[in-house]
Each structure stands twice: as C-alpha cells, then as structure tokens.
C-alpha cells in the first residue's frame, strides 16, 4: 500500500498570516488526533510570505477519506478559510524515495 499525503496550498489575506497559522495550527492538532494521521505540517513560501504549503502523511487513502468524512470536518476547516484569499487542497501518493 502506497504512502497517502494530504496537502494543501494557502494564501492568506493581506495582514491574516498570523491569524492563519493559528487557525491552521488549531485545525492540524485536531487532524493528528484522526486514526491513522500523522505529522502535520504548514511551510510558508520565502519569497512570498503570503503563501503556504501544508502536507500530513496517512497510513491509508481509506484514513485520509475517512478524515475528510468526519462531520467535524467542515466547520473546523471553515474556521482555517476564513484567514485565506485562495485555498487547493490536493491528495498524494508516494511514487519514489531516495
């Protein structure tokens, strides 16, 4: 079974970074506490510091569904949009390691 990821790519209105993160962070604890879950992680673009880059790791594509299933789901990444101008979430599998 291939390595899942979940990602997403942010960016946060004019002057909500801080606002952002702390929404992002607040959505990523209640994430790691999903089965099958792991680290999440929110990276920020350094040339432009409006834009962000998230990935967690689930052990499953049946995990991550699951997660995006739950019916907190909605209402907690509501809450991380609020903060955002533009938001694409996107779903990887591991294809090469090195």
Same mark, same amino acid.
């Given at each position: 079974?291939?390595?899942?990821?979940?990602? &997403?790519?942010? @960016? /946060?209105?004019?002057?909500?970074?801080?606002?952002?993160?702390?929404?992002?962070?607040? +959505? =990523?604890? %209640?994430?790691?506490?999903?089965? &099958?879950?792991? @680290? /999440?992680?929110?990276?920020?673009?350094?040339?432009?510091?409006?834009?962000?880059?998230? +990935? =967690?790791? %689930?052990?499953?594509?049946?995990?991550?569904?699951?997660?995006?299933?739950?019916?907190?789901?909605?209402?907690?990444?509501?809450?991380?949009?609020?903060?955002?101008?533009?938001?694409?979430?996107?779903?990887?599998?591991?294809?090469?390691?090195?």
């Amino acid at each position: 079974m291939a390595e899942t990821y979940s990602s &997403g790519a942010w @960016t /946060a209105k004019e002057g909500e970074d801080e606002a952002f993160v702390e929404a992002w962070t607040e +959505f =990523a604890r %209640w994430l790691t506490t999903m089965p &099958g879950s792991g @680290t /999440a992680r929110l990276t920020r673009n350094l040339s432009e510091r409006q834009r962000y880059l998230s +990935f =967690a790791p %689930w052990e499953s594509a049946d995990a991550l569904q699951a997660w995006r299933s739950n019916p907190e789901f909605s209402q907690r990444i509501a809450a991380v949009r609020e903060h955002v101008a533009e938001f694409t979430p996107s779903d990887y599998e591991l294809v090469a390691e090195v």
